[in-house]
């Protein structure tokens, strides 16, 4: 970066210090990633500079033929990779991939079901204070009290009271395989529409290591930055029917120019992720969160569930001492170079600023290569700390132990 650090030495330092700070971390948090050096040169390339407001072969702007290609190569990419009729790759994020699909399908008033916010859903599914909350109305899935686990029967029922046109299926955190199959039943009974939010799982759906839900769906939207592993931002795909409606809801409906740096970078990543080495690190993302749940519960801890299917885990802190709360945990943990994000368990009588509980996921730990060993050790330092977390002594102890983990397993794209 020899032209920024001349021209403005504040910005510099900043990016210098957050590269700095990815290098000397663990990131453990589950919607987080490390983006190949390919995508991140892809982001920040000239394409930044267009503007192709309209879609390929219709614009509203010159010199766009680049832009087409593209576009049209991200489109091709992800319709191959996911087996979709059609895809829109301009959405800017998850959210605004979501409303897009409500704009395209529903009128205002409508009613929307996805799974409660504070049993792992998203806000963009219903919450009172967005979008998705505010111009339509939302009911909402709870998981089972016993299992912790969707209970599609509930769901069913839940369906067949309040008829919702839209159902969404997805979560931010939820530990286990969703059942599409099941919803895409639910949805064809009650006569509603079925949108499934992969943003979390993408990367496992194109590994091939969660089951797909675009057999099931009529659309399917996600980030492509989580387990995808490529720039932030977000995917619509859908059914053939869908696609003019789908096109003007993201444009001109809710978003106008595209970003076309963002747009290529995508096309990048879905290119990877369509590589045989990303199902083999879909693959081992799966093992690793398998060794790192096993290598907690091991010393005590309880998970939400029991366990794991998928990237990610829910430690319930009061397992194994009543008084620590997601807040504290996750500050001790970070002073160890461990960063993870406090998290609602459901039925949490705790606050979203406090929580009892803290979620783990190993997609960026994986990129950089740690396997089975490395989170059989990582889940021994999280005890260690988790049982110790007033001892600044003990914890700058383990964060060196842990700075020698970062050195052995860099960053790939900074190398
Ligand atoms: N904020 C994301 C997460 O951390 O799961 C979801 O969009």
Sequence with gaps: ???????????????????????????????ENHASAAVLEATGSVMTDKYAEGYPQRRYYQGCHESDQAEQLAIDRAKALFGAEHANVQPHCGTSANIAVYMAALDPGDTIMGMDLSHGGHLSH??????????????????????????????????????????IAGASAYPRTIDFEAFGKIAAEVGAYLLCDIAHIAGLVAGGVHPSPVPHADFVTTTTHKTLRGPRSGIIMCKNKWAKKVDSAVFPGLQGGPFMHQIIAKAVALAEASRPEFADYAGQVVANAKALADALMEKGWRLVTGGTDNHMMLVDLRSRDENLNGHVASGALAAARLVANKNVIPFDPRPPMQTSGVRFGTPALTTRGAKEPEMKIIGQWIDQILTNYEDK?????????????????????QK
């Design 1 to 31: 970066m020899t032209n920024l650090s001349h021209t403005d030495p504040e910005a510099f330092g900043i990016l210098q210090a957050e590269r700095n700070r990815q290098h000397t971390t663990l990131e453990l948090i589950a919607s």
């Design 126 to 167: 219903g919450l009172k204070l967005n979008y998705s909350g505010i111009y339509y109305n939302a009911v909402f899935y709870t998981l089972s009290k016993d299992t912790e686990m969707l209970d599609m029967d509930a769901v069913r029922d839940l369906a067949l009271k309040s008829r919702p046109k839209m159902i």
């Design 393 to 413: 002594t003990l914890i700058a102890r383990i964060g060196d132990e842990v700075l020698k983990m970062c050195e052995a397993f860099p960053v790939p794209n």
